[in-house]
C-alpha cells in the first residue's frame, strides 16, 4: 500500500474513491493565449483598483461582515429587489455546495440535465446522494423527464455549459411551478444572454439563481458570486454558511465592481459581438457551432478530431478546453477572447484545418 493509499483510509469511503473536480488549467506563462477557462477578457474598471488600492489595514484586521451587506445592497438596487434576496458567496462553486449540503443527502438526490457542469456530479459524490442525470436531445432542449425525477434538488444551468445554448425563461417558469423539489438555476454566464430568470424568484418560492461576478464582471481572481432567491430561502441557507464566507477585500471590489453597470455592459457587449464574430469565422472554418448565449462557444470540426485540434493548438501555447466525456465527444470549448486574441485563434486554426501534415486524424465521412 503506497502511503497516499494508507492515508485515503482514513477517509469517508466516497472521498476515498473520488477522483475530484479537475478545474481548467490554468498556465503559468504569460506568453500564452489563454482560452480556456471562460474568464472576461477585460479587466476590472479602474474604480474597482482605486477602491483595492484604498483597503485599509484595519479592514484586514477586523474580521468582515459576515453577510456583505454592502454588496448584498448594491446587487438588491442593480436587480429591483430587497438585500434580503441577496446571499453573498465565494464564488457561485461555494453557493453550488451550500445547496448539495442544504437540500441532499442519501434519501435526497439531486437531478440535472447532461451534459452540463462537470461540477456537479463532483459534489454530489461527497454529499453522498444520487444524481439523476437526465440527457438533453441534440439540440439541449429542457428534458421534459426532468420534472418529474423526485428530485430534492434539481440544477438547470442556463446558459448551460458548456453548450453555451438557453432555455427560455417561460419554459423555465414552467418547469418550476411543476417541480416539487427546489429549483436552482445556474446562471453563472447570464450576463452573456438577452434574457434571465431573476423575476422567478418573486414568483416562486423554490427557485434560487446563481450569479457569479467571475465572467460579466471580469473578477474570476476575487472569488465572489451570489445567490438571489426568496427572503425564506434565503434565510435557510444562511443556515449552513460559514461565518465570514467572503472577505473583506472582496465584499468592497464586488460591491463597487456591480454599482458600474456602465463599464460592465459596455464589455459584456464587447464579447457578445465577438462571440457572434468568431462563431460565424469558425462555421466558414468547417466547424458545427451551437448559437451561444455565454463567453464561449461549443465547436465540433467537421473533418478533424477534437482532441488533434486541441493538441495542436497547445504545441502553439494557445489553450481551449477539451472535454473527453459522453455527450461532448470531439468537441471543443472556446472562450470568447478581445477581437485580436479570437483572430489569433482563427488564424491558427485555419492553419491546422488546411494542414496536409496534420490531415492523418481526419475522420471519413
Ligand atoms: C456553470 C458554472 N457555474 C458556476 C461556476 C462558478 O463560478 P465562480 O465560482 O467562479 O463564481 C462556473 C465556473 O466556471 C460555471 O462554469
Request: one cysteine or more; a neutral charge.
Amino acid at each position: 500500500m503506497t502511503s497516499l493509499e494508507w492515508a485515503m483510509t482514513y477517509f469517508r469511503q466516497n472521498i476515498e474513491k473520488a477522483k475530484g473536480y479537475e478545474p481548467g488549467f490554468q498556465p503559468k506563462q504569460a506568453d500564452v493565449l489563454k482560452l480556456n477557462t471562460n474568464e472576461n477578457p477585460y479587466p476590472p474598471s479602474t474604480e474597482v483598483m482605486e477602491v483595492l488600492a484604498q483597503i485599509k489595514s484595519e479592514q484586514l484586521r477586523r474580521y468582515p461582515d459576515p453577510l456583505g451587506d454592502q454588496f448584498r445592497r448594491a446587487a438588491a438596487q442593480v436587480h429591483g429587489l430587497s438585500p434580503d434576496n441577496i446571499l453573498c458567496c465565494n464564488g457561485g462553486d461555494e453557493l453550488l455546495t451550500m445547496a448539495f449540503r442544504a437540500f441532499c443527502d442519501e434519501n435526497r438526490p439531486v437531478a440535472y440535465p447532461v451534459p452540463t457542469y462537470s461540477l456537479y456530479p463532483v459534489l454530489a459524490n461527497l454529499q453522498s446522494c444520487k444524481a439523476i442525470e437526465v440527457p438533453f436531445d441534440s439540440e439541449f432542449n429542457l428534458p421534459p423527464k426532468l420534472a418529474v425525477t423526485g428530485a430534492a434538488l434539481t440544477i438547470v444551468c442556463n446558459p448551460n455549459a458548456p453548450s453555451g445554448t438557453f432555455i427560455d425563461v417561460g419554459e423555465l417558469a414552467s418547469f418550476a411551478d411543476e417541480l416539487e423539489g427546489i429549483l436552482l438555476i445556474d446562471e453563472a454566464y447570464v450576463d452573456f444572454a438577452d434574457d434571465n430568470c431573476i423575476n422567478l424568484v418573486k414568483e416562486f418560492d423554490n427557485v434560487i439563481i446563481l450569479r457569479s461576478m467571475s465572467k460579466g464582471y471580469g473578477l474570476a481572481g476575487l472569488r465572489f458570486g451570489y445567490a438571489i432567491a426568496s427572503p425564506p430561502l434565503i434565510a435557510g441557507l444562511l443556515k449552513l454558511k460559514d461565518s465570514y464566507n467572503v472577505n473583506a477585500i472582496a465584499i468592497a471590489l464586488a460591491a463597487e465592481a456591480i454599482k458600474d453597470q456602465k463599464y460592465f455592459k459596455q464589455n459584456v457587449e464587447k464579447v457578445k459581438r465577438d462571440r457572434d464574430i468568431l462563431t460565424e469565422q469558425l462555421r466558414a472554418l468547417n466547424f458545427n457551432v451551437a448559437k451561444s448565449s455565454a463567453n464561449f462557444v461549443l465547436a465540433e470540426s467537421k473533418n478533424r478530431r477534437a482532441k488533434e485540434i486541441y493538441e495542436n493548438l497547445l504545441r502553439r501555447n494557445i489553450f481551449i478546453r477539451y472535454f473527453d466525456l459522453p455527450g461532448l465527444d470531439n468537441k471543443l470549448r472556446i472562450t470568447v477572447g478581445t477581437s485580436e486574441q479570437n483572430d489569433k485563434l482563427v488564424l491558427t486554426l485555419k492553419e491546422i484545418v488546411s494542414d496536409k501534415g496534420a490531415s492523418n486524424g481526419r475522420q471519413k465521412s
